[in-house]
RNA sequence: GGUUGUAUAGCUCAAUUGGAUAGAGCAUCUGACUACGAAUCAGAAGGUUUAAGGUUCGACUCCUUAUACGACCA
C-alpha cells in the first residue's frame, strides 16, 4: 500500500506542477480510500487547494484527472464530484501491490516510531472474589494492546498486579474460620477463587445482619458499621498480618493459593497471561518509602494528626492524602511503589495501565505525583480508561448478586457454540477432544469480539443473547470466513493446485479481487492507528471488512472452478493471502481461528 | 456543589480525526443452495446525529449555552 499510495502522490504533484505549476501542499495531499457508492479506489479531496490555484474545486479535479489519466501508468481513469477527484486504478497496480503483499511475512512487525519499551498493566485482581464480566472486558483489552504493540515491533512485557492484602481479603479470612470448618476447594467442590468469594458473600450477609441487630437497640448506622464485632475483628486480623502474626499469614497463604490457583485456570480458559506477577504485599512497603522521600525533599506535608498528603491544587487536582495518621497505607501508596518497581524491572517509555474510567481521577493522581517526586518515568504513564460493563437490568452489583461470573459465562457460550454447530453439521470426522476445542474456539472467540469490538473508552451494554449470537458483525462470522480459505488451501492441496508466485502474468483483474487486495493491504494502516490509539476496536472493525471482502470475493468469482490455470493459482494465492490476514488479525484479538466449523 | 465522560436508525455499535447521499449488525420484509462450505451473499425499509445558537467552501466531529444519563472529588 505505501507503495502505491505513494506512487499516487508523487504523480499528483507532478500533476498539479504540469497543470498549475504549483505544488499541492503536503497537509492537503492526503487520499482517502473512495466511498463504496462512486467508482474508484483512491480519493483526493480538492477544496482545500481552491485559494491556492485559483480555480474552483471541480476544475482543479477535472486538470488533475485529465492529466494523471494521459500520464500516470497507475491511473486507468477518473471521476469529478464536486471537490473530489477519485481515481481509478489500473490491475497492473494492484497486482504489484498483491506482489508486495505476498512478498511480506505473515505478522511481520509495522514500524509507527512507537513507544519501544512497554509495560502493559491488566487484570489487577483482588483475591477476595472471582473474575465477572467487567474483568473479561479489562483482560480482553490488555492483552489485545500488548499484542498490537508487539506487532508494532516493540518489545512488551504484560504485569498481574495482584491485590492480595487489605481490609476485603480479611473478610474472607475471617468468615472463612468462623463458617469455614476446615473447607478446600477439593471437598467443596469449587475452583478456589469461587471457595474464597463465597465467604465474601458470607461475611457481607453477617456484616449485615449485625449492624441490623445494633441498630435495633439503638445505634446509629454509622458507629454500627463500625462497632460491628465482625468489623472489629476484621480489622484486628489487618493488623496484625501487617506485624507479620504467624498464624494469620499461614491462613492467608493458604487461602491465596487457593484463589491463585482458580485464576489460573481461568486465565487459561479466555487465552490470556502475563510475563510478570506484581502482589501489592510486595510493593506497598517501597511506596511508603517514596511517601518519605517525598516528605524529604518537601514537595509531600505532614498534616497535625500525622497524615502525609500531597497538594495538587496547582494542578487542577485537590489535596491527597498519601498515608494514614496510623501509618498504614492507602492505594496510592502502593502503586508509587508498583510503578517504580516496574520501572527498575523493564525500563519501560511507556506504562499502560488498563483500569476501569471510575479511577480516572486516581491515576491523574498518580502521575501528578510521580511528576512531583521527580521521577523521570512519570510521563511515561498511560491510562488506557475503560468503560464499564452494563447489564440490561442495570449496573452489576455483587451485594444485590447481579454479577455474571467469568468461568459461568464463557462455559454459556460455548453451550451456544456447541447448539448451533451440531444444527450445522458440518463436523463429521472430528474427534471429541477436536469438537471441545471448536467450541471453546468459537464461543470464546464470540465472547472476545463482543467485547473488544466496542471502543474501549464508551461504557457498553452487554447483552448475553447478542453475546453468544453467531452470525452478523460476531467473532464467529469471521472464523467462517477463515475456515472457508483454509478449504480452498487443502483442496487446493490435494488436487495439486499450486499458489501463485509470480503475479505479473494476469491480466484482468475483478473488481472484488482488486477490492480485496486493497482491503489487505490496509493491515498496516489498521494496527498502526490501533496502537496509536490503544484501541482493539479498529482491530475488531479491521478484521470484520476483511471477512466481508473475502466472503465476496468467493461469491463472486469461482476459485477451485476456474478453468484458466494461472486465473486459478492467482486466486489461491489470494484467498490464503486473506486467510493468513484473517488469522493474523483476529491474533492480536487473542481470538483464535478453526480449520474446520 | 466542583471536575469529568457520554448522547447517532426500534436495539447494539461505526463514521479514516473537519469532507461526498451519516454506515454495519440484530430485529422486519424480499431474492439466491442438484453452486469451491447458506455460520454466506444480493436487496428493501429504517435518521431533523438530544436541543438552540456560532465558526466555514463543508460540522456527528470544533466553540458557547441548555437538557438527560453516568463516573469521580468534597
Redesign the pocket.
Known amino acids: 500500500m505505501q507503495q502505491l499510495e505513494q506512487t499516487l502522490k508523487t504523480a499528483l504533484q507532478a500533476a498539479a506542477q504540469a497543470t498549475f505549476g504549483q505544488e499541492i501542499p503536503a497537509a ?1 495531499l ?1 487520499l ?7 467508482a ?1 479506489s483512491f ?1 483526493l ?1 480538492t ?2 487547494l ?2 491556492a490555484f485559483g480555480k474552483g ?1 471541480e476544475q482543479i479535479g477535472q486538470a488533475l484527472g485529465e492529466w494523471l489519466k494521459a500520464n500516470a501508468p497507475a491511473v486507468r481513469g477518473y ?8 481515481l481509478e486504478i489500473a490491475d497492473a497496480e494492484w497486482l504489484k501491490l498483491f506482489g508486495e503483499l505476498l512478498a511480506s511475512p505473515a505478522g511481520a512487525p509495522v514500524p509507527t516510531g512507537g513507544p519501544q519499551r512497554v509495560v502493559v498493566e491488566y487484570s489487577s485482581p483482588n483475591t477476595n472474589k472471582p473474575l465477572h464480566l467487567g474483568h473479561l472486558r479489562n483482560n480482553f483489552l490488555g492483552y489485545s494492546v500488548a499484542e498490537i504493540l508487539k506487532a508494532t515491533g516493540a518489545t512488551v512485557t504484560k504485569a498481574n498486579l495482584v491485590n492480595d492484602r487489605g481490609i476485603h481479603i480479611c473478610k474472607s479470612m475471617i468468615a472463612y474460620q468462623r463458617f469455614g470448618e476446615g473447607a478446600t476447594p477439593e471437598s467443596a467442590g469449587l475452583k478456589g477463587d469461587h471457595l474464597a468469594g463465597k465467604y465474601y458473600v458470607l461475611f457481607e450477609k453477617h456484616y449485615r445482619e449485625e449492624i441490623k441487630q445494633l441498630e435495633a437497640e439503638g445505634v446509629t448506622n454509622e458507629v454500627a458499621k463500625k462497632q460491628a464485632p465482625l468489623m472489629l475483628e476484621a480489622q484486628e486480623m489487618l493488623q496484625k498480618w501487617e506485624a507479620g502474626d504467624e498464624e494469620v499469614m499461614a491462613l492467608w497463604h493458604r487461602m491465596n493459593g487457593w484463589v491463585y490457583d482458580g485464576f489460573n485456570a481461568t486465565y487459561a480458559n479466555i487465552g490470556v497471561d502475563f510475563d510478570k506477577f506484581y502482589y501489592e504485599s510486595g510493593t506497598y512497603l517501597l511506596g511508603k518509602e517514596r511517601v518519605e522521600e517525598g516528605l524529604a525533599k518537601g514537595v509531600f506535608f505532614k498534616k497535625e494528626n500525622g497524615s502525609v498528603w500531597v497538594d495538587l491544587q496547582a494542578e ?6 498519601l498515608l494514614r495518621a496510623d501509618g498504614t497505607s492507602v492505594y496510592i501508596t502502593q502503586d508509587l511503589g508498583t510503578a517504580e518497581l516496574k520501572y527498575q524491572d523493564f525500563g519501560y517509555d511507556s506504562s499502560i495501565y488498563v483500569i ?7 491515576m491523574q493522581v498518580l502521575q501528578a505525583t510521580l511528576k512531583k517526586l521527580g521521577k523521570p518515568y512519570a510521563e511515561a504513564i498511560h491510562h488506557l480508561s475503560y ?2 460493563v ?1 447489564l ?1 437490568s442495570g ?1 452489576m452489583k455483587s451485594r444485590e448478586g447481579t454479577v455474571v461470573d467469568a468461568d459461568e459465562l464463557v462455559k454459556e457460550v460455548e453451550e451456544a ?1 456447541k447448539a ?2 451440531l ?2 453439521g ?2 463429521e470426522g472430528l474427534s471429541d477432544e477436536e469438537l471441545a476445542q ?1 467450541y471453546h474456539t ?1 464461543g470464546v472467540g464470540a465472547l472476545k469480539y ?1 467485547l473488544l ?11 448475553p ?2 453475546s453468544v ?6 467473532g ?2 469471521i ?3 477463515y ?2 480459505t ?3 488451501q487443502r ?1 487446493a492441496k490435494e488436487t495439486g493446485v499450486v499458489a501463485l508466485t509470480e503475479i505479473s502474468e494476469i491480466s484482468a483483474l475483478e473488481p472484488a479481487e482488486s477490492e480485496l487486495i486493497q482491503v489487505l493491504a490496509g493491515y498496516a ?1 489498521a494496527v498502526a ?1 490501533a496502537a ?2 490503544l ?1 482493539p ?2 482491530i475488531a ?1 479491521y478484521a ?1 471488512e476483511v ?2 471482502s473475502n ?12 478453468s484458466d490455470p494461472l486465473k486459478k493459482s492467482f ?1 489461491v494465492a489470494l ?1 490464503a493471502k486473506a486467510g493468513e490476514t484473517i488469522k493474523t488479525t483476529l491474533g492480536l484479538l487473542g481470538i483464535e481461528v ?4
Open positions: 492537503s492526503v482517502q480510500p473512495t466511498r463504496k457508492d462512486f474508484g480519493t479531496v477544496f482545500p481552491t485559494k474545486p471521476n469529478v464530484v464536486k471537490g473530489f477527484l477519485n487542577g487536582l485537590d489535596e491527597k492524602l476501569a474510567d471510575e479511577q480516572n481521577y486516581h468503560g464499564m452494563d440490561p449496573k457454540a448451533a454447530t444444527e450445522k458440518k463436523t471448536l468459537l463482543y469490538k466496542v471502543d474501549p473508552k464508551k461504557r457498553m451494554l452487554f447483552n443473547e447478542e449470537q453467531l452470525t452478523g458483525d460476531t464467529p462470522f472464523q467462517y470466513s475456515a472457508r483454509s478449504k480452498i483442496t494502516n492507528e496509536k490509539t484501541s476496536a479498529i472493525q470484520y471477512a466481508k466472503n465476496r470475493f468467493y461469491k463472486e468469482v469461482s476459485i477451485l472452478k476456474e486466486r484467498s478453526p480449520e474446520r466449523m
